[in-house]
Nanobody, 118 residues
Framework: QVQLVESGGGLVQPGGSLRLSCAASGIIFSVFAMGWYRQAPGKQRELVAV???????KYVDFVKGRFTLSRDNAKNMVYLQMNSLKPEDTAVYSC????????????WGQGTQVTVSS
């Protein structure tokens, strides 16, 4: 059974930091690209960042320079360090695992709420 379990969300003031974690189980972690997506109220889910099996990362423009994505293949973990948070970063952040070689093998976590407010 595949599980992606996010943690680390919460309430933070503008300019603050949070570190999200995603623990994966039930997959061969090293062959999956891992990503973080977010969905704000009333908006569609959007990609935040993705990291390939080899560690190459891709960030969307609105988080470049503020967020850092990393993975630990030995622990089946992926981390999203979020700095300089803004109110517009408020959303449910979800972890995604996508097999890099086989289409159709994609999994989602349940998400963790991030609220940026004073």
């Amino acid at each position: 059974q595949v599980q992606l379990v996010e943690s680390g969300g919460g309430l933070v003031q503008p300019g603050g930091s949070l570190r999200l974690s995603c623990a994966a189980s039930g997959i061969i972690f090293s062959v999956f690209a891992m990503g973080w997506y977010r969905q704000a109220p009333g908006k569609q889910r959007e990609l935040v960042a993705v990291i390939g099996s080899g560690g190459n990362t891709k960030y969307v423009d609105f988080v470049k320079g503020r967020f850092t994505l990393s993975r630990d293949n030995a622990k089946n973990m992926v981390y999203l360090q979020m700095n300089s948070l803004k109110p517009e970063d408020t959303a449910v952040y979800s972890c995604n695992a996508a097999h890099e070689g086989l289409a159709g093998y994609e999994y989602w976590g349940q998400g963790t709420q991030v609220t940026v407010s004073s």
